[in-house]
């Protein structure tokens, strides 16, 4: 079996890509080193339009384009007011399987090609980035999984690890991608769900260690409102210091 440095995997809807994609490239996908891009999307009125805007990528391998079922929430216990919408909790369990189901996609692929990625990206398509993420990733120790150095938290406490992005070797990706099977070990433990402390306890309760980067990014609404503009300043901040 081949080795590859590094396997870049995006997951989530298209809604916002207009608005997202040359960003993306600059200063993601043309940031990593030897990389090859895989894409899942959930099957909606948005997915046609990733191929549109990144006919010009060659880095591509795959795109795969599935329906999301619906999830039974039945018993799944989410933190009151979290997400605030019955059908955001819809949305977020669709999301962590649709990651999973990404990785299911690129270990086929592996197979079917006969090559094993050494490094593994994840990230979401609604995100703009600040800086160039290969300054921070391409030369990275993989003892590790790697995660945002913000948006740790909920309620104020730091009790998560932010879900947005991630980086790591194989094995402790294909932990990270695993987050569903957490789910009903994580209420049995008298726990209530958000996505942040989920995938800490996923992957403090498999063993994975995890280290802290300075990734910063804002998402971006179908309607091209930056989410989170305010982490900007936070790398003006760090570049000072």
């Known amino acids: 079996m081949n080795d590859k440095r590094t396997a870049l995997c995006f997951v989530g809807t298209a809604r916002s890509i207009q608005h997202t994609h040359q960003n993306l490239k600059d200063c993601l996908i043309n940031t990593i080193e030897d990389?090859?891009?895989?894409?899942?999307?959930?099957?909606?009125?948005?997915?046609?339009?990733?191929?549109?805007?990144?006919?010009?990528?060659?880095?591509?391998?795959?795109?795969?384009?599935?329906?999301e079922p619906e999830y039974d929430l039945e018993g799944i216990i989410f933190r009151p007011q979290w997400p605030n919408?019955?059908?955001?909790?819809?949305i977020y369990i669709k999301m962590i399987n649709s990651?999973?189901?990404?990785?299911?996609?690129?270990?086929?692929y592996e197979k079917e090609n006969n090559v094993e990625y050494n490094k593994i990206i994840f990230s979401r398509l609604d995100v703009k980035y600040f800086d160039?993420?290969?300054?921070?990733?391409?030369?990275?120790?993989?003892?590790?999984?790697?995660?945002?150095?913000?948006?740790?938290?909920?309620?104020?406490?730091?009790?998560?690890?932010?879900?947005?992005?991630?980086?790591?070797?194989?094995k402790n990706m294909e932990i990270y991608f695993s987050v569903p099977?957490?789910?009903?070990?994580?209420?049995?433990?008298?726990?209530?769900?958000?996505?942040?402390?989920?995938?800490k306890y996923h992957l403090e309760t498999n063993g994975v260690p995890v280290k802290k980067l300075p990734i910063r990014f804002t998402r971006v609404r179908s309607n091209g409102d930056a989410i989170d503009m305010r982490l900007a300043?936070?790398?003006?901040?760090?570049?000072?210091?």
Do not use: W
Not at 85 to 90: F, L, Y
């Open 132 to 170: 160039d993420v290969g300054l921070y990733v391409n030369d990275i120790s993989l003892d590790s999984l790697y995660v945002p150095d913000f948006h740790n938290t909920f309620g104020g406490a730091i009790n998560g690890f932010n879900d947005r992005f991630a980086v790591g070797d194989r």
């Open 35 to 67: 990389c090859d891009v895989f894409v899942f999307l959930a099957k909606n009125d948005h997915a046609n339009k990733f191929s549109d805007y990144f006919n010009d990528t060659t880095q591509i391998k795959n795109i795969t384009i599935e329906d």
């Open 99 to 108: 990651r999973q189901r990404a990785f299911e996609i690129l270990s086929l």
């Open 181 to 199: 099977n957490s789910i009903i070990p994580y209420n049995k433990a008298g726990s209530k769900i958000s996505a942040e402390s989920l995938l």
């Open 233 to 241: 300043n936070q790398m003006l901040e760090l570049r000072d210091t």
């Open 85 to 90: 919408k019955n059908s955001s909790r819809q």
